[in-house]
């Protein structure tokens, strides 16, 4: 029989001003987040890129199996296979398989196949998600809500690099196997996403485009309003 299960006491962080202020500036710090496509050549420390990934990495995740593997890249000749790889799907998608409504929808964010931000950021941060256990011998491998987990992992990654100033891209070329094969992956790591990561262009320019007011978003007990 299984032993039974440990507990430990839980080291509650607490921030060291009031609770509405911190969450005011923590939100006033990734509403400010944009995704950017023109990064500068400015080097980032790895260490900088250690810490946003382990940041990452203390997501919560389905039965805590951490189903994720952020491949860190600064090398330029794999910087340019990637962009290669990624500019020979994207070319695809904008010619042929992208429909009219997709494409009109993207018109405002002015993208296009041309992927010069996967060699110009310093790093690239390839996601996967491990669609088994790798450490897990003796169970059953299984691995549970693996979108959610690498999904809330990713989140955290990006909030983590805004809040040390650093800027960031959510790439998605669709299909992404070209990452398997260049970065060497074993055949149970699935692409996820790719996140150039660096400090933004001196003149570096993002879309006119806003987000959803909180009354647009947030529904407060059942529809129609709260009953007080
Ligand atoms: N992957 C393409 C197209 C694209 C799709 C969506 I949905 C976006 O929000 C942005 C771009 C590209 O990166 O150009």
């Known amino acids: 029989m299984a032993a039974a299960p440990q507990f430990i006491p839980y080291d509650h962080w607490k921030p ?3 609770p509405l202020n911190a969450a005011q500036r923590f939100q006033q710090c990734v509403s400010k987040r944009r995704t950017v496509r ?10 900088l890129i250690e810490s946003i990934i382990a940041a ?3 997501a919560p995740s389905g039965a805590n199996k951490q189903p994720w593997r952020f491949v860190a890249i600064d090398d330029p000749e794999v910087k340019r296979e990637i962009r290669d790889g990624a500019e ?11 429909p009219e409504r ?4 993207l018109h405002q ?4 196949a041309h992927k010069p931000h996967l060699e110009d950021a310093p790093w ?5 998600k491990l669609m088994q256990d790798e450490y897990d011998n003796n169970l059953s491998g299984g691995v549970y809500y693996v979108n959610e987990s690498v999904g809330i992992a990713c989140g955290l990654l990006l909030a983590a690099a805004q809040h040390a100033g650093l800027a960031t891209l959510t790439h998605t070329p669709s299909p992404m196997q070209f990452l398997c094969q260049i970065l060497q992956r074993p055949a149970y790591e699935r692409p996820f996403l790719l996140i150039p990561v660096g400090w933004p262009a001196d003149d570096c320019m993002v879309p006119d485009i806003t987000r959803k007011p909180l009354d647009e978003i947030m529904a407060h007990n059942r529809s129609g ?4």
């Open 16 to 18: 060291d001003e009031p």
């Open 38 to 47: 023109h990064f500068s050549n400015r080097p980032v420390p790895k260490e």
């Open 56 to 58: 990452a990495g203390s």
């Open 88 to 98: 020979a799907e994207e070319q695809l998608f904008y010619d042929q398989r992208a």
């Open 102 to 105: 997709w494409l009109g929808d």
């Open 109 to 112: 964010l002015g993208t296009d």
């Open 124 to 128: 690239l941060i390839a996601v996967f």
């Open 225 to 228: 309003g709260s009953s007080t």
